[in-house]
């Protein structure tokens, strides 16, 4: 049985025969990728295969510690094959519409709370 690392690279492999395969797709793809374009080519492909409409893809932490925003719970996070150490590993990123901003309440909220 295969792992979760070998099924999103399958995946990864049939998303770029399916790209190269029309126009159209290839078009998609391009303006996925445009979108994403601080993402190498491999993790542009994987983010194509689970969510074409993404926009700002980024890891857990970037999104609450320096974006000032909070990933919604039950999102899905977009699976990206991490190949930087010895053993391949998963990575997940989410894209900019499963956050939120946090909110702080407003001077004028905190006067009208006493």
């Known amino acids: ?4 690392v070998q099924l999103y690279a399958q995946m990864a ?5 399916q790209i190269t ?4 797709k290839w ?4 303006t996925t990728a445009a979108r994403l374009y601080k993402y190498p080519y491999n993790e542009q492909l994987m ?10 893809c980024a890891e857990y932490d970037l999104w609450n510690k320096q974006m000032r925003r909070y990933v919604r719970r039950g999102s899905e996070g977009i699976a990206l094959v991490d190949t930087s150490s010895d053993q391949p590993k998963l990575r997940y990123v989410f894209d900019v519409s499963d ?16």
Do not use: N, V
């Open 13 to 17: 492999d049939r998303t770029a025969e």
């Open 1 to 4: 049985m295969p792992s979760k």
């Open 47 to 56: 983010i194509f295969a689970q969510r074409p409409e993404a926009t700002a």
């Open 99 to 114: 956050c939120l901003l946090y909110t702080s309440p407003s001077p004028r909220d905190l006067s009208t709370s006493r």
């Open 21 to 24: 395969g029309s126009y159209q």
């Open 27 to 30: 078009t998609a793809f391009l």
